[in-house]
């Protein structure tokens, strides 16, 4: 388990700033904690999102190997998730799918992409302490 | 406040699996979760990271606009990150240094870079409410 | 989340102490916690709430802009304080209703007034996340 | 002690919602939750706050009876909270000041007012027990 | 709610200690903490009992005015302790039953008697916050 | 530790309930949870203490065997709880004092006597893992 | 209860470190934190284990007197851990089984033994509190 | 972190059930949880252990390979067991010691012996995060 004074601190580029708060504030339910010229920062889920400014981002959302998000213990709120990704028809890379089927590391997924094309998994394992 | 059960999650790329398991298990202090083929996972202050292997690493570690990282709630946590980064001999990028000075969101940060180039950020705020 | 040791603090007029006691503590189970000549205060559902005596009080209870209450996390909770509002014939100025309906804030709601026409709502979102 | 999953609700009136943000996110640090037309909702502290747009409001700023805020458990933590205050300027009404002097609820307090003229005041009790 | 540090402390007398630690640790599952040749104290589900010999003890066991014991949040947990009692033939005083039916602090309860006639009571309410 | 969320159940006579709350919540600074013609109750630090009424008092106040309180794991809790008595002129039975002066098991103590001549005692060990 | 920053510490014998890393890693789902010449120490379900490199391992696995373990408050995280062990084939010395049946203390056990011979318990009682 | 509600369990031999209470109880402060013909089970710092009676005991207390104990995440509750062993004259195998100094895995330590020979190790590690 981790503590809850902690943030987890995630740092990705958005080509523009606006778009982000919309995508991550008024679509995924994130809070808006900041904002500067050059950069918005976010209570993701309980930790901190920040975007910067940039023109560094990727020309399509590709799932691997970056990529960012939350590991859900319980199943509820992974269902939660997938009818707010409906509700507000936010844009799915994949998924929702199942993982290591059939193993204990069994979880169901799903990739959403932001409009500056970071990729954000969702997951929720079967046996959370297999979640890392 | 997060909660202690969901894990944040956050995958990168690693040109080279045993190296990061060499920096992040016997340098930063990560625990060794999962190995496979083709990826490694750890429990990074009690979050789920994930080293793909991948070829799509920087050239160099450039701080922004990707990093990831930790913010600690309490001084001490982030005195410790400092004396486990001088003991380890650990690769420092930036810092440590005082960021925002002067102003509520004032906070001490440290920089560290990978194996595969991927920048790890430290902080500490002086008001915990603001690290988001 | 919030922490559990500081309370949220809310200070609304009473034309009548005795009335507010009697409302608060023996209507919907707030606490007692000290009484003066010109005030009492409540642990009400573990955050303080002062009620000042005072002739400023609304001629009726109106809904917007000003009321409070609490936004509760489980099912099961605002199921509970619809049966004390029900065992206790409390004054209800609106609902039980859904608002939002079929959207991911969905939440049903209810709309108490206490003597002095101070407004409470007790909510339950679906998606406990999005109660901000 | 209070649990960390609900949320105490305060509805206040906004004669304008930007103002509402400006004061409320990039000046006290509360963040933004949602926005609508007619309403905006913050984390306050971990509680949620619901400005809604109305002309229904104060014509001065004015301590009683009316006023929300919150009551922390640390000294700590009102200590950042007046450090905020002077980093960003915020407009105080009233203090910081001593209450109850030489009593048990003995408290510090400060009194804030946002753009509408609603009152926020900020507490620290030197018994948290009596903070209720 | 309370803390999970402090504990509350109930003293009692008790005829014979060899009996109290026979009653209380195989009996009703408290744990033996420490023991005085006057005094046993036990970790008393999670709070502190300590059982005083003494002569001063009721000729039988009185439900009213003095008693002690736990109220359970959680129905299981309520439930549990019936069978406990039934598996380990504890004496029982009265219940299980209902009390204040249909009321919005309805409760289940039963009561138990230790061999110097001190009374133990359990309960559950129906609502966990009206359980002061 | 005990959880947060069960609650200690403690009953004890009262000659008159009014003394009771006089004392419980004006006095110690307990919090009126409900009352009837027969009974008061209190949240008493956490815990539910319930004042029956009932001629049954003992003549005086006598420390043992019976009495009840709180183990502050916490020294300054204790204080506070003496810096309370001071303030509030509460009558003391005894202390305060040090108990196993010089064993593992040393604390400090207080004892105090209701309008009933009830014992509290409230303590705080040196080692909060020996308060049982 | 116990806390949550403690670790309860717990050494044994391995006749090869790297058999040891498979089994409680990649077998049990542990994580590898340190590893040196003659130890590896893992977070063993939130706890630390250190198999020390020794020649002083049973010849075989005995279920008594000596084993550790980890007894679980909920049925479904026991019944997460008999599903990992027959998706990963885990070596089985005994059950799962029920003891003590018919008993307060009745509960589900499972015991696995590592390749060096040491045995591994995991329980469930039905009364979480009698797991001690 | 671990979780608060389950509990590590551990098994070790005694030659005699009386000396193994009168050395975990009495002296180490573990409570009696509950007492079989052939075993004898203690709340030892939260976790369960349990002394099976056995002849097949070490015939002197050895620090390796076996051994267990608490690692304590704060350095005072470290003093508090020195001052423990100290005032109840506890059979002291090793230490109190510095191990692994001048690395950020420093950790003070002391090693005890229970009348069985069974070796039980008290950590306290500078950084909290590295005692696993």
């Given amino acids: ?3 809850t004074h902690d943030a987890c601190h995630i740092a990705v580029p ?45 020309e399509e959302a590709v799932m691997y190997p970056r990529h960012f998000g939350v590991s859900f213990a319980a199943a509820e709120d992974f269902d939660r998730l997938l009818r707010l990704v409906e ?10 799918a199942l993982r290591f089927e059939g193993t204990a590391e069994q979880h169901r ?3 959403l992409a932001d409009p500056s094309n970071n990729v954000i998994e969702f997951k929720n394992y079967d046996d959370p302490r297999l979640q890392f």
């Fill in 1 to 3: 388990m981790r503590n």
């Fill in 87 to 96: 509700h507000r028809k936010l844009r799915v890379l994949a998924g929702p």
């Fill in 14 to 58: 958005a080509k523009d700033l606006d778009e982000a708060v919309e995508f991550y504030v008024f679509g995924l339910g994130a809070k808006l904690a900041r904002r500067y010229d050059d950069r918005v920062t976010f209570d993701f889920f309980g930790d901190q999102l920040v975007c910067h400014l940039s023109d560094d981002v990727p």
């Fill in 109 to 111: 997924t799903i990739a």
